[in-house]
């Protein structure tokens, strides 16, 4: 019989969860540079981005659901959706800094719009992280907040009752 001690599962610390984040998201991205390149020698390059990048969106927010955060199972189709809004946001404000470097200097080198996106692209990651951290794959949502109660033998219940947990004891994602 599982206890309540065994099926809660602890969320990895800030810093912990934060290389988990670069690692995961960092593997997607580079495992999805090679991939768009490739499947752009068959289809055009655009529609070969989208793809990819519809792809590398739900690889990467499973990871994070089941690795990065210890969400403990699948992401669920709403954690997918914000997932998918705040990537596009981080996609708007680096498509904004390169727009503006455009903008403020007439003939950008190289290595300035390189320094100029990396930049973005690590600001609007960290607030990503931010997001997905409190907001997408919180223990706190209100999915936890209720918890769902089903018939137990009465040992298994004083049991449960008896000990101090919190609601994530009882909501867990299959």
């Known amino acids: 019989m599982e206890t309540a001690q065994s ?7 800030a810093f912990t ?6 690692l995961c998201g960092g593997g997607v991205g580079l495992a ?32 994070h659901a089941r690795f990065t955060f210890g969400a ?7 954690q997918h959706a914000q997932s998918a809004g705040s990537a596009a946001a981080a996609y708007g404000v680096t498509c904004a800094a390169m727009f503006v470097l455009q903008q403020s200097v007439a003939a ?10 990396l930049s973005a692209s ?29 018939a137990r033998p009465a040992l298994t219940t ?7 947990v919190g609601p994530a004891v009882f909501c867990r994602t299959a």
């Open 32 to 63: 999805s540079s090679f991939a768009v390149a490739a499947l752009a020698s068959w289809i055009p390059w655009i529609l070969a981005n989208a793809v990819i990048t519809v792809v590398s969106t739900l690889l990467a927010t499973e990871l």
């Open 7 to 13: 099926r809660r599962q602890t969320a990895p610390g």
């Open 72 to 78: 403990g199972g699948h992401a669920t189709w709403r």
């Open 122 to 150: 690590a600001l609007a990651g960290i607030a990503r992280f931010v997001v997905l951290r409190l907001l997408v794959f919180a223990r706190s949502n209100s999915q936890s907040a209720a918890p769902t109660r089903t």
């Open 17 to 22: 969860a934060f290389a988990r984040f670069v």
């Open 158 to 164: 004083m049991a449960l009752t008896a000990a101090p």
């Open 108 to 117: 950008p080198g190289v290595v300035l719009e390189q320094v100029v996106y």
